[in-house]
């Protein structure tokens, strides 16, 4: 779809799929655990185990994945969805990982993001646009230097990958 049609639709809903599949965000399971909703025994474990072993803390993420999602889309895509025909995003996250300390001190330094994204006509369902979203990568610094790193990061790598995911997706738009 060249982008002249694009330009008559208008992003009115961003749904998320995928969350489930978030192995960790460290900000957003500290902000989870000081919420009160969990016991101390399972706060620790949440500190050290993947999120998939929680539910609530899957729920927690979706909600959290989709209001970011949802304010981060509609304003980097409104430019190329200008018009007034409604439409949906449909984000399908399939990677979404941000390695906690313990895990850039030892393991894995790199966070990961990686999405696919099909913008539907509200009013019919039809996928107008599909993007097979390429895995995103950041790598961080790890080992003896991690705690000099967090120093000096920004507050949430989560929100910094999804922003910039979101902008190569707004400006792969531009390009075709």
Do not use: C
């Not at 850039?104 to 993007?131: H, M, P, S």
């Amino acid at each position: 779809m060249a982008a002249q049609d694009l330009g008559r639709y208008r992003i009115v809903e961003v749904a998320v799929e995928g969350a489930e599949s978030i192995r960790s965000w460290p900000t957003e399971e500290e902000r989870f655990v000081q919420s009160g909703v969990v016991d101390a025994a399972t706060a620790d474990r949440i500190r050290s185990e993947p999120a998939t072993n929680f539910p609530q803390l899957g729920a927690h993420f979706k909600q959290v994945l989709t209001a970011r999602l949802k304010d981060e889309f509609i304003g980097l895509t409104a430019p190329v969805f200008a018009g007034n025909q409604p439409a949906t995003a449909v984000v399908r996250v399939k990677t979404f990982d941000i390695p906690s300390i313990a895990r850039r001190a030892f393991v894995d330094n790199t966070a990961k993001f990686q999405a696919d994204i099909e913008i539907r006509d509200k009013a019919t369902g039809r996928v107008i646009l599909r993007y097979d979203g390429r895995l995103q990568t950041k790598p961080l610094i790890g080992g003896v230097a991690t705690g000099i790193a967090l120093a000096f990061e920004g507050p949430d790598l989560g929100y910094s990958m999804i922003t910039d995911y979101l902008s190569a997706y707004r400006n792969w738009l531009l390009r075709n």
